[in-house]
């Protein structure tokens, strides 16, 4: 099993969530997050005065999946996510000892 974890532009969020669904992933954790990276910021502009965000607001999205799906879940968030610009986000693979679902008790993929 593997956790991957997807750091994207807030309003790629419903367009991502809906091509996970369409692989047939039902479990999906959202997190509301800030950051900076190549962007580093942009200036705005508030009641006349000119100040610096240093952090953009971002969404990170957390998905355990089993090995077989892998590819076809990294395929998907690419293609989904992906604006062609700086800041378009990143995704991280971790692997994932074990999963227990608390409900049933099942454990290892059946959990998922």
């Known amino acids: ?17 809906e091509a996970l669904a369409g692989l047939g992933l039902q479990g999906v954790t959202v997190s509301e997050v800030k950051g900076f990276g190549r962007q580093k910021g942009q200036t705005e502009i508030y009641r006349g005065a000119e100040y610096v965000v240093n952090f953009l607001p971002k969404v990170k999205i957390e998905v ?12 998907t968030i690419q ?34």
């Not at 956790?3 to 419903?14: C, D």
């Not at 062609?84 to 099942?106: H, L, M, P, S, Y």
Request: hydrophobic share 45%; aromatic share 4%.
């Open 1 to 17: 099993m593997k956790l991957v974890t997807t750091i994207i532009k807030p309003f790629k969020l419903e367009e991502v969530r």
């Open 79 to 112: 293609t989904t996510a992906r604006t062609g610009k700086i800041g378009d986000g990143k995704v991280f693979v971790f692997d994932v000892a074990g999963a227990v679902r608390i409900r049933t008790g099942e454990v290892g993929a059946q959990a998922l």
């Open 64 to 75: 355990v999946v089993s090995d077989d799906m892998l590819e076809r879940v990294l395929d």
